[in-house]
């Protein structure tokens, strides 16, 4: 178990709208990781974090933004969503700070109607 | 470019059958990492094993193997003696070494084969 949460874990919007998903580590990991899984596609990165105010592109960065003001928050924004943003988000740490495997919380699923 | 292929998209046994998920991988990397990750009905990701390159060894863990081959660039994946809690989707993944605060040692997944091992 590494200590990750991730809120709210389900939630309906409407198009257009903006949504924050909160993803919180309690164990001081410095890499954490915004996924979203669609079927046919398995999980595809985000954007990731590698400190404090420390983040990047990945994949399927469009429409998306993040932020990290503490290590132990990651936040992904939706600044104004849409139905194809319709998906399961997962938040990832990894273990220290070699080449590690990644540990997951348990998901958020979000529906854009 | 990196890519993970796990060409199996379904599988179903009866259990106590055995049963190999295959993934082959790209990278241009001579240093990366495979992984396996499960994720059963109730959605979660479970991490299983992660295997470096530089070491070929083959691992056992209880019912769970995995083959590594370098030469055919593959990593599968055998459930021996299959049962109905190994019903789940399995992802295979694969990383480059991490240059700190870069890209590099970012996962990047497979679609992922659905096992259903059937009582």
């Known amino acids: 178990d590494a200590g990750i949460t991730q809120s709210p874990r389900h939630k309906v919007t409407e198009t257009g709208t903006p949504v924050t998903l909160r993803c919180h580590q309690t164990?001081?990991?410095?890499?954490m990781y915004w996924y979203r899984q669609d079927p046919g596609h398995g999980l595809r990165l985000i954007h990731y974090?590698?400190?404090?105010?420390?983040?990047d592109k990945g994949e399927v960065s469009d429409g998306y933004s993040v932020s990290r003001s503490k290590t132990e928050d990651f936040l992904l924004t939706l600044e104004s969503a849409t139905s194809s943003q319709t998906s399961v988000y997962f938040c990832a740490v990894q273990i220290g700070t070699g080449d590690y495997e990644q540990y997951f919380g348990p998901g958020t699923r979000l529906t854009v109607t | 470019a990196q890519k993970v292929t796990q060409a199996q998209t379904e599988i179903s046994v009866v259990e106590k059958e055995d049963v190999t998920l295959d993934c082959v991988y790209e990278t241009r990397d001579t240093t990366y990492y495979l992984f396996w990750y499960k994720q059963p009905p109730s959605g979660e990701l479970v991490f299983l094993i992660r295997r470096n390159s530089f070491d070929e060894q083959n691992e056992i863990s209880g019912r769970y193997s995995w083959n590594f081959q370098k030469s055919t660039s593959s990593f599968n994946f055998t459930i021996t003696a299959s049962q109905v809690v190994d019903s789940a989707v399995y992802f295979c993944a694969l990383s480059g070494p991490k240059n700190y605060g870069g890209s590099q040692g970012n996962l990047i997944f497979g679609k992922g084969t659905k096992l259903s091992v059937k009582p």
């Open positions: 164990e001081n990991h410095r890499y």
């Open positions: 974090s590698y400190g404090v105010k420390d983040t």
